[in-house]
């Protein structure tokens, strides 16, 4: 008989708003997923976001790195409540989270699933990955407020580039489309930015010569912004900065089904460092608490973690269940155009499974 794989030990940080929801959905699949392939998924539930920050003045604990750090992996709601300014929650939750574990790399998948609708026309196999640089660029967090309330309020917000940081997202878009079509797409925005993003395509197509297979294009983000919508199909891995890839990224969902259908994935190039897995969207207060959210994002979150970990079968095995029960449009929530409610959903992937 094999050895019974090792546990996989789950940090669970389900936020605010709907992140507790589609948290929830995430991990009753993910646990099956696991399970069906004779492992076993053991959870730590963090009870991390708003609330903790309105009960004690932070969203996080001061050592949360150190106890990310005694898990495999993080599977991440959201974050951000109406009556709590988000910078706070934002910053002092995920994007601290990402700069002290230096989750350096952030992938985000958009796959059209059949079946599912879309705001956008004829997204039928559209299949591309934003690999967005995910510590420094314009959400590095350097500048300052100057002449504050003098109504003279000055803000000054720096981006930062540095060639190691970009290195380090570059290799790791360039081992991806090695293993996709060989197409790596460079958003940067040089015609107008003179210092950093001249960076960006001078070090990428340095990068570029370590992978004779992969042909390299550098293509301007407002161009970007319209081939995406007008030939998303032409389209396979994008590599960008900070801002431009959290922007194309929200656009890229659309061509989906939107925010809910777009999960994520923050790494640590190198790997050493457990992930932390999040669905696009944010907390959507608009529709929390009453089982609209859809859960898809979230789990397929969920199956991107479990690939990372080498749980290859059980991501599979999720995947192949939410593409089913997308077909049918009874299962879909309303921002698919259906009544399914978040549970629905869940309950329509788990009995897809085969366990
Ligand atoms: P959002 O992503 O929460 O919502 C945008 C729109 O998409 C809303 O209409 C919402 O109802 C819809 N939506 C989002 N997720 C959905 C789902 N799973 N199913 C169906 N519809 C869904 O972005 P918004 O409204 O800009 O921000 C709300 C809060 O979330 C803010 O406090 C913001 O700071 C925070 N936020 C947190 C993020 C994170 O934790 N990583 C990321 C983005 C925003
Ligand atoms: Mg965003």
Redo the contacts with the bound molecule.
């Keep these: 008989m094999t050895q019974p794989a090792a546990p996989v030990r789950l940090a669970v940080i389900p ?1 605010d ?3 507790p929801e ?1 948290v929830a959905a995430a991990v009753l699949v993910m646990r099956a997923a696991v399970a069906a392939e004779g492992g076993e998924l053991k959870t730590t539930e963090l009870d991390w976001g708003g609330e903790r920050f309105l009960r004690e003045g932070a969203a996080m604990p001061a050592d949360a790195a150190a106890v990310v750090k005694t898990h495999d992996a993080v599977l ?7 009556d709590v300014p ?1 910078h706070e ?2 910053w002092g ?2 994007i601290g989270l990402r700069q002290q574990l230096d989750l350096a790399v952030n992938v985000r998948p958009v796959h059209a699933f059949p079946g599912v609708p879309t705001k956008v026309r004829d997204t039928d196999g559209v299949d591309l990955v934003i690999v967005r640089e995910n510590t420094e660029g314009e959400y590095v967090g350097a500048g300052g407020l100057a002449h504050a309330g003098t109504g003279h309020d000055l803000g000054i917000e720096v981006a930062v580039h540095s060639r190691r940081v970009i290195e380090r997202a570059a290799h790791h878009a360039f081992a991806l489309a090695e293993q996709r079509s060989g197409r790596l797409s460079l958003v940067t925005k040089s015609n107008a930015m003179r210092f950093g993003y001249p960076l960006w395509d001078r070090v990428v197509t340095e990068v570029a010569e370590q992978y004779p297979a992969v042909e390299l294009e550098i293509v301007l983000v407002d161009a970007m912004a319209a081939r995406m919508i007008q030939s998303p199909r032409s389209l396979d891995v994008l590599l960008a900065g900070n801002l431009f890839g959290d922007i194309l990224s929200d656009l890229a969902a659309v061509l989906a089904g ?3 259908m777009a999960p994520s994935a923050n790494i640590h190039p190198g790997g050493q460092v457990p992930g932390i897995y ?10 929390a608490g009453r089982g ?4 898809v ?2 789990i397929l979150s969920g199956a991107l973690l479990l690939d990372d970990l080498g749980h290859t079968n059980a991501a599979h095995g999720i995947r192949e269940a939410v593409a089913a029960a997308l077909l049918d449009p009874v299962n879909h ?3 698919l155009g259906g009544d399914a409610t978040t549970a629905d959903l869940a309950s329509a992937v788990l009995n897809r499974m085969e366990i």
């Design positions: 936020g708003g709907v992140g589609v991440f709601g959201a974050v951000g409540r109406p988000d929650l934002v939750l995920i939107g925010m809910g999040e669905p696009v969207h944010g907390s959507a207060p608009d529709i609209l959210a859809n859960p994002a979230c929530t309303p921002d």
